[in-house]
């Protein structure tokens, strides 16, 4: 158990609509980074915040928002959802601002999949 | 643009014997290698790092080797156990930016 808690466990929805994902990190841990992963793909950094606020922005697409509230908690807000939008959405924490090193390594959650019919 | 690549999808190795995943990458600045492990329906776990300034790092069966003018990584298995039938993700991190991801491999250990 590796302390991040992700919900839901899985989510099915139709284009267009608007979903939120949840996640809590480990208790201590003031990063939260979001990572997708589709199909064949390898994980692909979205977004990070530290201490509620936005620290690195990767490859997230403007329907996509994401924010970190004072209990340190963070939401994934996709919009306007498309059927290539369908993948696994995984949260991650981390104690410090940096991604993880080999000392401070990412504790990743068991991730929302996403399906869009 | 990818930075991280592990070009073989899947490997199948028997119980007992070695497994070697590789992985290959671009960017000659990243600072650290990370070897992440997933298994269905669980998130990646950290398996092992390597600073960019060594060759070796071992932690009991496993033993990652870097090498940094073909930069190309590869991860040590032995010996393989079923246990340690998961995907394998490698991952490559500059600073405090990013970790970025390979595609990863799943190995899968035969009896």
């Known amino acids: 158990d590796s302390g991040v808690t992700q919900t839901p466990k899985h989510l099915i929805t139709a284009t267009g609509q608007r979903v939120t994902l949840r996640c809590s990190p480990r208790s201590g841990d003031l990063s939260v980074y979001w990572y997708q992963q589709s199909l064949d793909q390898g994980l692909q950094f979205l977004i990070q915040?530290?201490?509620?606020?936005?620290?690195a922005k990767g490859n997230i697409l403007e329907r996509f928002s994401a924010q970190q509230f004072p209990d340190l908690h963070s939401e994934l807000n996709l919009s306007s959802l498309e059927l290539g939008d369908s993948a696994l959405y995984f949260c991650a924490s981390s104690v410090g601002t940096g991604s993880g090193s080999y000392n401070s390594p990412l504790h990743f959650g068991n991730g929302t999949r996403l399906t869009v019919t | 643009d990818q930075q991280v690549k592990q070009n073989s999808p899947s490997l199948s190795v028997q119980e007992g014997r070695i497994s070697i995943l590789n992985c290959d990458y671009t960017?000659?600045?990243?600072?650290?290698f990370l070897w992440y492990k997933k298994y269905p329906a669980e998130g990646p776990t950290f398996l092992i790092s390597?600073?960019?300034?060594?060759d070796k790092n071992e932690d009991g069966r496993f033993t990652v080797f870097l090498n940094k003018s073909a930069k190309h990584l590869s991860l040590h298995i032995v010996p393989s156990q079923p246990g340690d039938s998961a995907v394998y993700f490698c991952a490559g991190i500059q600073g405090a930016q990013k970790l970025v991801f390979g595609q990863g491999t799943r190995l899968t250990i035969n009896p």
């Open positions: 390597i600073s960019s300034i060594k």
């Open positions: 960017n000659s600045m990243f600072d650290y």
């Open positions: 915040y530290y201490n509620g606020e936005e620290r």
